[in-house]
């Protein structure tokens, strides 16, 4: 899968089990630049026990960004506004350049889809 904003593209991981869903970044290894991680369903994340910051988008069931978050530090709870139904972290300082703001909407491709 490959998330596309403005001509910029990342490759998608997708956590689809429930461990998956539950650790997120947790017990993986820290995303390369241009890698994302997709959670659905999911309004809240946090970063305990994570060792580097994070950016943060929610969205809603149509792609359409209901929340941002950059630079997330470690130890800390995020949730989402209620019409969000799903999140994206990014490596912390990767949406930035981007000029995402509420309400854009985000194109995610099905091409090959790396899960977890």
Sequence with gaps: ???????????ILVAKSFFARAGGLLFRKKLMSRQCLLITPCRSIHTIGMRYNIDVIFIDAFGYITDIHYDVKPFKVVSASANACSVVEFLGGELEQLNLSKNNHLFINCVVAQTF
Excluded: Q, V
């Excluded at 899968?1 to 490759?11: A, D, Q, R, T, V």
């Design 1 to 11: 899968m490959y998330l596309n904003h403005s001509g910029e593209k990342f490759e």
